[in-house]
């Protein structure tokens, strides 16, 4: 005999997505990607510290966010890959806030695909070291430091979350079609650069890492794996891209948004090492 039910849902389940006063570290965050996060973040009552380059001006980003949503923010201008800085942003979090319970590892290099000039750079071949170093740096050295010192704090807390933003490009591998341009030679086309494919199949390693190594500790760890977001791309190239896609187009800009506050909330309470894959159903084909 099933279960008999004897009593009414929690009228407070929505409660389960409120992040009121919890503090949100994000990586990358005054980039395209990074600002819905943070914008996710102060929508659901949380406090977000947007961590950047001095170039992408993290603290006026911070400073709009907190107008916007009256909500607290803060700015952090820090280099991930140099563990130093990184140390010292764990430390600058904790003596303006008193805590850390959220980090989000969302920085990466993304550059551009091109080809057919004299050197096409981003073709296997000829892919650069410099570029092979930083991308790496940035997208799992990074990833890694801001694990190790904000996830050290959580686990002192007993309580955390680390949510690592990967790709559908981390569970699939990228369809050089879509680049291709006409007149150019076969082995001059343009082509998605590699360490995109190993950066964000890295950080699937180190979701299922974190997720174990802490578990006992409070601290969960998951990842998010977006499809490609509209943003200005040429008609040739989404053209291209929607075959490949069930729904027939690319993702909005704030699409990620509800799942990004689903991962960081109670709500996810139970949900750890996964990876929610995000991608109009590119990958079921």
């Given amino acids: 005999m099933p279960q008999e039910i004897t009593s009414k849902p929690s009228p407070t389940f929505a409660s389960h997505f409120d992040l009121t006063g919890r503090t949100a570290v994000i990586t990358g965050g005054a980039g395209l990607l990074g600002r819905q996060h943070a914008q996710a973040i102060a929508s659901a009552g949380g406090v977000p510290v947007i961590v950047d380059l001095a170039a992408a001006q993290p603290a006026r980003q911070a400073r709009e966010l907190a107008r916007i949503w009256k909500v607290q923010a803060m700015g952090v201008v820090a280099d991930i890959t140099n563990a130093a800085q990184v140390k010292d942003l764990a430390g600058t979090v904790l003596k303006r806030f008193g805590q850390v319970d959220i980090l989000i590892n969302n920085a990466a290099n993304n550059p551009k695909v091109e080809g057919g000039g004299k050197t096409p750079w981003s073709r296997l071949e000829d892919f650069p070291m410099a570029v092979w170093e930083a ?150 084909w």
């Fill in 135 to 284: 991308d790496l740096a940035v997208g799992l050295t990074g990833a890694f430091l801001c694990s190790r010192e904000l996830g050290s704090i959580m686990a002192r807390q007993g309580r955390g979350v680390i949510i690592n933003v990967a790709s559908d490009l981390a569970i699939i591998a990228p369809d050089q079609r879509l680049y291709r341009r006409k007149g150019i030679a076969r082995n001059r086309q343009p082509v998605k650069p590699v360490t995109y494919s190993v950066v964000k199949s890295g950080l699937l390693g180190l979701t299922r890492y974190l997720a174990t190594y802490w578990a006992d500790r409070g601290v969960r760890a998951n990842a998010i794996s977006p499809g490609g977001i509209y943003n200005g791309q040429s008609d040739e190239f989404v053209a291209r891209l929607k075959k490949l896609i069930p729904m027939d187009r690319m993702a909005r800009l704030t699409e990620y948004q509800a799942a990004m506050i689903f991962l960081c909330s109670d709500a996810s309470s139970y949900m750890n090492g996964a990876n929610l894959v995000i991608d109009g159903g590119r990958s079921c």
